[in-house]
């Protein structure tokens, strides 16, 4: 008879499963979603195990042993192998980075799936000793055994609790065969435990609509858009859906971007359920994300909230998914090895494990809303603001009719004046960091470069450094032109920058800035958001970073200082983004009881782009976008893939990227290719990028190209330096 042959995934980029004999000693073969350890080269690798199968390619005296079996039990169970191996195949990726993807660091690297709690017991001799009297001299010792004695295996958390010092009597313990440990794994606590710890607000006959349609969607597939503008209360929509699975005796896995992590989101969930939360992001040490991971495992958490990886995480008895602010870019991994979208893949999940899935926005992404649109997902609308607040009114300032001073024009401080002198709070949003993105020579025109990108360096003046925000290059700032000796001028502005003239222009007022230079380790972010919160700042400066997640009740103006930028990009996405962010920042103003006003900076008010997105909202301006999206056969009336690469020279990727596209030569039918072009900032880090788009109506015709093409791609001979990936629904086209 032969021995099943054990598939294992490892974590390398190798596009193929890895062939094992079951190991000597246990001698059965290990259950799918398990870690073993093997030998590979003349390493040994942790991998986990994919599939049995009957034979293998090789020849069975060439396959190894597995050396070790890590886990009991899976710690992917077959949903999520199924998923990852979905991910695998759609994203073109090799599938043990994909399986790699779905575990902390520590645990791929074996360490134990279940933490372990010491347990202490009393042993016989010990019990002897004491009902003897034998311990009566030895206080200490005495009133720990007794302990001991009452509490069978008490974990030494709970010895911490309630006797300073023990471990010093425990030592005596132990070494007169008193006492002994042992260590167990965690166990899930009970399901009978209490759910809530709050009661929520009685919900709006939209949000219970709402609710109620994605609970009446309980046992099976539904994606569902929760269409809200900022402040509508969807968060309270989630947490009672939430609810609703919990009571089903099932889970709940939220996903959230990167940066709506926030405190104050975990803290509504925190403080609404009584539950287990496991929280996984970036931001945790390896150490607290296999905790954290371990809690999803055990299964002793019943809500797991996560960033974009946690779409990955183990959740059994999965009854529902939330994804807040589904139209956010960082869903999507774009940056280095595996290029997913955890959106997308949450809706699969959802899928699988046949449960309502709810896509949260108040600027919901395209493809969403065409889905909507084409009767796939549902749509649930919270059109109007919970509790009292009302939407805020917009108005466009003309950059070009006004006196700008640091790029905030007169009757935008006016605004601000009238604001604060009203009590309320003012946010001023910047999509730039640092003081001035320019620093140029007033005599002979020099501008400060980036060596190693085709960008600009830019001034941080606090810090008295010239930074390029591509590379990070850090150089100091030099007070005369490196060419002629003249003055150098700072050109254009930076959240620093207005920092500065607004407090020129609103003396006394406190103002917080908030932006990545601010930000930069733990405790920061809610250092600045408490600032404005508790109303100590009134004046707050931002990027981005403002824009997403955090309720500032107070704030009653939000001037948008530039709207320009990427009106005129050549990404065919770069309107979307514009107006999200523009909505985003607008959802600042008047969260609380007092109405709110946002003011527009713009040099085209006559923009189509601006003039849609005023006269009708989000909603108009989507109707618009997509009407070219469809005009343009753009995504989502079209797929797309991106060969993207990258070398020292430009020559070396444009090469291997016309060789790639020869290999295309006889083109399925139905496959468009666009390029190779050099990246609209060709040079970064001293690399210069390129791209070929492959674009196509339907998906099918798209994905059998790339699974005859890649491995052919793969063998073209590049010089070493050449880099290359593939990105399947790229968000970003440069
Ligand atoms: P969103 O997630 O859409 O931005 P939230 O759920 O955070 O909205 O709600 C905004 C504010 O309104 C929060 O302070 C929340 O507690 C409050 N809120 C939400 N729903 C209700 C309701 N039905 N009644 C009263 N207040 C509510
Ligand atoms: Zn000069
Ligand atoms: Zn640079």
Known sequence: ???????????????????????????????????????????????????????????????????????????????????????????HHAIGEVVAAALPKMARHGAPARALVERWFAAEPGLAALAGGELNRAR?????????????????????????????????????????????????????APLLRAIGPALSDEQATAVAAIDGAAGRFAPFLLYGITGSGKTEVYLHAVEHALRRRRRALVLVPEIGLTPQLVGRFRERFAVDVAVLHSGLTDTERLAAWRDCVAGTARIVLGTRSAVFAPVADLGVVIVDEEHDASFKQHESGFRYSARDLAILRAQRAQVPIVLGSATPSLETLQNVEAGRFTRLSLPRRAGQAL???????????????????????????????????????????????????????????????????????????????????????????????????????????VEETLAQLLPDMPIARLDR?????????????????????????????????????????????????????????????????????????????????????????????????????????????????????????????????????????????????????????????????????AKRAGRYHAQLLLEARDRAPLHRALTDWLPEVEGIKAPRDLRWSLDVDPLELF
């Open 140 to 192: 200490r010792q005495r009133e720990l055994l007794e302990v001991l004695r009452d509490t069978p295996g008490i974990s030494g958390h709970e010895l911490t609790r309630r006797i300073e010092d023990w471990r010093t009597p425990v030592r005596a313990l132990v070494a007169r065969g008193f006492a002994s440990s042992a260590e167990t794994p965690e166990e899930a606590p009970a399901d009978d």
């Open 1 to 91: 008879m032969t021995r099943p042959i054990v598939r294992v995934a490892l974590d390398t980029p190798l596009r193929r499963l890895f062939d094992y004999l079951p190991s000597h000693e246990t001698g059965h073969e290990p259950r799918p979603g398990v870690r073993v350890r093997v030998p590979f080269g003349r390493q040994q690798l942790v991998g986990v195990v994919h599939s049995l199968a009957a034979s293998s390619e090789l020849p069975t005296e060439k396959l190894k042993p597995l050396l070790e079996v890590l886990d009991a039990e899976p710690v992917i169970d077959a949903a999520v192998l199924e998923l990852l191996e979905f991910a695998s195949t759609y994203y």
């Open 517 to 681: 230079d601010v930000v930069r380790k733990r405790g920061d972010l809610e250092s600045v958001v408490s600032r404005i919160a508790s109303g100590e700042a009134r004046v707050l400066v931002g990027t981005q970073m403002v824009t997403k997640g955090h309720d500032f009740p107070n704030v009653t103006l939000v001037v948008v200082l530039n709207a320009d930028q990427g009106l005129f990009s050549t990404d065919f996405r770069a309107p979307e983004r514009v107006a999200q962010t523009i909505i985003q920042v607008a959802g600042r103003a008047g969260r609380g009881t007092k109405p709110g006003e946002v003011m527009i900076q713009t040099e085209y008010p006559e923009h189509p782009l601006l003039r849609s997105l005023l006269d009708e909202g989000y909603d108009g301006f989507a109707r618009a976008a997509l009407a070219e999206r469809a005009a343009a056969g753009w995504p989502p009336f079209a797929h797309v893939a991106a060969l993207r690469a990258s070398a020292g020279e430009l020559a070396t990727t444009t090469n291997f990227l016309r060789q790639a596209r020869a290999l295309l030569a006889r083109l399925p039918r139905g496959l468009k290719l666009l390029g190779p072009a050099p990246a609209a900032m």
């Open 391 to 497: 939407p805020p009114r917009a108005a466009v300032i003309d950059l070009r009719e006004h006196a700008v001073r640091a790029g905030i024009a007169t009757p935008a401080v006016e605004a601000m004046q009238r604001h604060l002198a009203d009590g309320g709070q003012v946010l001023v949003y910047i999509n730039r960091r640092g003081y001035s993105p320019t620093l140029a020579c007033t005599a002979c025109g020099w501008i400060a470069p980036c060596r190693d990108c085709d960008a600009r360096l830019t001034v941080h003046l606090a810090a008295q450094r010239l930074r390029c925000h591509h590379c990070g290059a850090d150089a100091p700032l030099p007070a005369n032109c490196p060419q002629c000796g003249y003055a150098v001028r700072h050109v254009g502005q930076g959240t620093e920058r």
